[in-house]
């Protein structure tokens, strides 16, 4: 599958290595998913992967054309099996869950959302009224996009296993660019420090952490740069809005000099950042954008690394 823009397949050697990019942050709000869609309409010959499954959104500003649709499966839910229940009532007590209820009659139902799959149910049933089945947790897809092929997913509300999900994603978009000989593939990833970011860091090339000057982004950068030293990824670190507080726009590049953290450029605070978001357009695309060029330079400095 190839995008719209970019280089000739022809211009690249075969088995030349993919270099996987993850955006991610310490935090939620510092511009992330902002800067991945601008990178993307900056960037040539690149996969997209949209790794923050719990909460995907880059989808807004790419406009992606689905192609194929796949269903996860995440797990087992408990599933009652009525005619071969009698009536005991051991199901629903066991149950720490409150999943397994008990219904007029003797009979139960099992809740799914409550359900947590542990299995206590089942392995408890004298009878055998209860057996565990794959649960659809979400669904991945593959699309066009202007800007090159996006692989993104939607996991159900409530549901968990997103760090596998990641994976699928993950696995995917490394696969369509191997495949068609991309270079680069470009992942938002989700923010914090747990299953999903580790999910997102694993075997890439470089982790693009996104932060701002205020104390709390400051202490989270940290913490998400302690975690992918921890998994042997190089950091690179990105400082949005670095102008509403210069000093600790400073210290941050300081630390990331004593700390052999990459420090990849600042972009400043504006307004027009709202005004793209609001159109669905990355904002290098916005008429007469302001900051175009420092989100232009950030991402040469990025791809200069390799």
């Not at 290595?17 to 990178?39: D, E, H, M, P, Y």
């Not at 916005?286 to 991402?299: A, G, L, R």
Request: overall charge positive; proline content about 5%.
């Amino acid at each position: 599958m190839n995008g719209k823009r970019g280089k000739t397949q022809s211009e690249y050697k075969p088995g030349k290595k993919v270099k996987q990019i993850v955006i991610i942050s310490g935090k939620g709000g510092t511009g992330k998913t902002i800067l991945t869609a601008s990178f993307a309409s900056l960037a040539e010959n690149i996969v997209l992967a949209d790794c923050d499954v719990d909460a995907a959104n880059l989808y807004l500003m790419v406009h992606p054309e689905i192609k194929e649709k796949h269903s996860f499966t995440g797990g087992e839910k408990a599933v009652y099996v009525e005619e071969k229940c009698t009536f005991c009532g051991l199901c629903v007590s066991l149950c720490r869950f409150g999943a397994v209820r008990s219904l007029n009659g003797g009979k139960i139902s099992i809740d799914p959302l409550s359900c947590e799959g542990c299995r206590v149910c089942a392995l408890s049933c004298p009878s055998q009224a209860i057996e565990m089945k794959p649960s659809v947790c979400g669904e991945w897809y593959v699309s066009r996009t202007k800007y090159g092929p996006f692989v993104h997913a939607r996991l159900h509300p409530g549901e968990e296993n997103s760090g596998k999900l990641v994976s699928v994603v993950r696995k995917k978009a490394k696969e369509i660019a191997e495949s068609n000989k991309y270079e680069f593939v470009l992942i938002d990833g989700p923010p914090g420090i747990g299953c999903p970011v580790i999910a997102s860091l694993s075997g890439v090339d470089l982790a693009v952490v996104v932060t701002e000057p205020s104390l709390t982004a400051v202490h989270d950068m940290e913490r998400v740069i302690e975690t992918s030293n921890h998994f042997n990824v190089k950091p690179a670190c990105i400082i949005n809005k670095y102008d509403i507080n210069e000093k600790n726009t400073q210290n941050i590049i300081q630390w990331c000099r004593n700390n052999n953290v990459l420090f990849l450029g600042k972009i400043s605070y504006s307004d027009e950042v709202n005004k793209a978001v609001s159109q669905g357009i990355p904002v290098p695309e916005y008429p007469n954008s302001k900051i175009k060029n420092e989100i232009k330079q950030t991402w040469m400095n990025l791809k200069n690394i390799y």
